[in-house]
């Protein structure tokens, strides 16, 4: 199984400033790497699949970076909406999430 | 617009099986693009995938669940379904049920999502 270990647990950051996610896989995912986005009681929104490329209509202030282990979701300025918890997955060998990154305003 | 809607019962009792359905509206389940799957989430926590299947019948699952997990499709209802046999409190979980793409190995993402549905395991 490959592990999927995102940090920090909790991001404080302010309105309008950058934000930086991280994932480790346990073992190289090559850029098989997707970001979700899920609000308090909303299901998982797809943001960024292939480590960078962007789904349907997610804005460009979100970013994806990163092959093999390593892996970035940067959010370049933080709007009042992007305020919630962010997972990796990956889908080299069948699928396993990260345990997340809550983004809360500081 | 494509919608999936999770339905079933909310409450199992443990050793028994839990049994959802996921019915899709707003597009078809039969299209060579797409997998469908089920994800679910226990209370406060995170994300655990359970398994996927297309139209035809091809399905992969989550090994951890060691074969207790099994999905069928019903085109003609435009439905799928995921039984979860011998259930324990562990069990207890927000279930997804989504869209999938997937490549030449399996799923790879889910793009549309259901709203969830909640079960809990208790005697």
């Known amino acids: 199984e490959i592990v999927m270990t995102q940090s920090p647990g909790t991001l404080s950051v302010s309105p309008g400033e950058r934000a930086t996610l991280s994932c480790r896989a346990s073992q190289s995912v090559s850029s098989k790497l997707v970001w979700y986005q899920q609000k308090p009681g909303q299901a998982p929104r797809l943001l960024i699949y292939?480590?960078?490329t962007r789904a349907t209509g997610i804005p460009d202030r979100f970013s994806g970076s990163g092959s093999g282990t390593e892996f970035t979701l940067t959010i370049s300025s933080l709007q009042s909406e992007d305020f919630a918890v962010y997972y990796c997955?990956?889908?080299?060998?069948?699928?396993?999430f990260g345990g997340g990154t809550k983004v809360d305003i500081k | 617009q494509l919608q999936l809607q999770e339905s079933g019962p909310g409450l199992v009792k443990p050793s028994e099986t839990l049994s959802l359905t996921c019915t899709v509206s707003g597009g078809s389940i039969s299209s060579d693009n797409y997998h469908w799957g089920w994800i679910r989430q226990p209370p406060g926590k995170g994300l655990e995938w359970i398994g996927s299947?297309?139209?035809?019948?091809?399905?992969k699952y989550n090994p951890t669940l060691k074969s207790r997990a099994t999905i069928s499709v019903d085109t003609s209802k435009d439905q799928f379904s995921l039984n979860l046999s011998s259930v324990t409190a562990a069990d207890t979980a927000l279930y997804y049920c989504?869209?999938?793409?997937?490549?030449?190995?399996?799923?790879?993402?889910?793009?549309?999502w259901g709203q969830g549905t909640l079960v809990t395991v208790s005697p």
């Open positions: 299947i297309h139209y035809r019948g091809d399905t």
């Open positions: 989504a869209r999938g793409r997937y490549n030449e190995v399996g799923t790879t993402r889910f793009d549309f």
């Open positions: 292939g480590a960078s």
């Open positions: 997955q990956q889908y080299a060998s069948w699928l396993t």
